[in-house]
């Protein structure tokens, strides 16, 4: 069965930094395409981040450049979101997504694209 579980979500402050965990099971990420979303109370879902399948290339939506860093642990099947110096208009659901399609991350920012597999979401709050 192949499932994707977000951890690492909570309650943090303005300038705090939180990681967030993304376990596959099912199938093997290090064939796909992992990508970062988050979505906000009222606010369409948008791309965070994304680190392609091609080459490990590693993409991010000009609000997080410079503060949130991808990573996958190919062993541990795992994907990570570590998250620096956050704000309050950080504050969204953070879901993680696979894809074998997108291979080169081009699609993660179209939202009329659907990546394949998504997990459940993850809480991200923070206080100003």
């Known amino acids: 069965q192949v499932q994707l579980v977000e951890s690492g979500g909570g309650l943090v402050q303005f300038g705090g930094s939180l990681r967030l965990s993304c376990v596959a099971s099912?199938?093997?990420?290090?064939?796909?395409?992992i990508g970062w979303f988050r979505q906000a109370p009222g606010k369409e879902r948008e791309g965070v981040s994304c680190?392609?399948?091609?080459?490990?290339?590693?993409y991010y939506a000009d609000s997080v450049k410079g503060r949130f860093t991808i990573s996958r642990h190919n062993h541990r099947n795992t994907a990570y979101l570590t998250m620096f110096i956050l704000k309050p208009e950080d504050t969204a659901v953070y879901y993680c997504?696979?894809?074998?399609?997108?291979?080169?991350?081009?699609?993660?920012?179209?939202?009329?694209?659907?990546?394949?597999?998504w997990g459940q979401g993850t809480q991200v709050t923070v206080s100003s």
């Open positions: 680190i392609s399948s091609r080459d490990d290339s590693t």
């Open positions: 099912g199938f093997i990420l290090d064939y796909y395409t």
């Open positions: 997504a696979t894809d074998r399609r997108d291979s080169d991350c081009s699609k993660y920012k179209d939202p009329d694209y659907e990546y394949e597999y």
